[in-house]
T-cell receptor, first 110, second 113 residues
Framework: DQQVKQNSPSLSVQEGRISILNCDYTNSMFDYFLWYKKYPAEGPTFLISISSIKDKNEDGRFTVFLNKSAKHLSLHIVPSQPGDSAVYFCAANSGYALNFGKGTSLLVTP | DVKVTQSSRYLVKRTGEKVFLECVQDMDHENMFWYRQDPGLGLRLIYFSYDVKMKEKGDIPEGYSVSREKKERFSLILESASTNQTSMYLC????????????FGQGTRLTVV
């Protein structure tokens, strides 16, 4: 059973607006969460992470929010740029391996 | 710059062939992983290793085996390739510890015909 869920397969946003990608998890033992970005025919690249002791982490245009009680995290990209168009994967570290969601395909239109 | 290198970007193999996918990392990481990515299914863990000669099954190990004889190298073996193993295979490595990121290779697109 999937422990990390991304329920939106795709998202389309206009350039300059905010992109919000969501992720839910079921295992309360997860204590470190990550977002990866993936372009076609390339490996995923690390974007941003957050520890369960925090509720927010910011890096430039990217901010990750964690709501532990709801077992929910979100990635905010503002302002969105066409180069942000990619598949975004949410992941949770179980101690040895990363558990990934199915991904959300983001399209940023000019 | 950190590097995870997979031996091939694209491979085409015949059903029943034995297939080796090689991965090398230069970061002296303890952990190494093999995932496959399929449309609509995300990244699924096949096997991982947290030390030389150690291996652990992931979520979908059936039809695969692995080998880790040296710390920097982790091989994925398809004992008898089948068409349902056509996929993008991704190798990753990470240092020990739960609060760490994994670094991925560029991926191998395997087609089994």
């Amino acid at each position: 059973d999937q422990q990390v869920k991304q329920n939106s397969p795709s998202l389309s946003v206009q350039e300059g607006r905010i992109s919000i990608l969501n992720c839910d998890y079921t295992n309360s033992m997860f204590d470190y969460f990550l977002w990866y970005k993936k372009y076609p025919a390339e490996g995923p690249t690390f974007l941003i992470s957050i520890s369960s002791i925090k509720d927010k982490n910011e890096d430039g245009r990217f901010t990750v929010f964690l709501n532990k009680s709801a077992k929910h995290l979100s990635l905010h990209i503002v302002p969105s740029q066409p180069g942000d168009s990619a598949v975004y994967f949410c992941a949770a570290n179980s101690g040895y391996a990363l558990n990934f969601g199915k991904g959300t395909s983001l399209l940023v239109t000019p | 710059d950190v590097k995870v290198t997979q031996s091939s970007r694209y491979l085409v193999k015949r059903t029943g062939e034995k297939v080796f996918l090689e991965c090398v990392q230069d970061m002296d990481h303890e952990n190494m992983f093999w995932y496959r990515q399929d449309p609509g299914l995300g990244l699924r863990l096949i096997y991982f290793s947290y030390d030389v000669k150690m291996k652990e099954k992931g979520d979908i190990p059936e039809g695969y085996s692995v080998s880790r004889e040296k710390k920097e190298r982790f091989s994925l073996i398809l004992e008898s390739a089948s068409t349902n193993q056509t996929s993008m295979y991704l190798c990753a490595s990470s240092p020990q510890g739960a609060s760490t990121e994994a670094f991925f290779g560029q991926g191998t697109r395997l087609t089994v015909v």
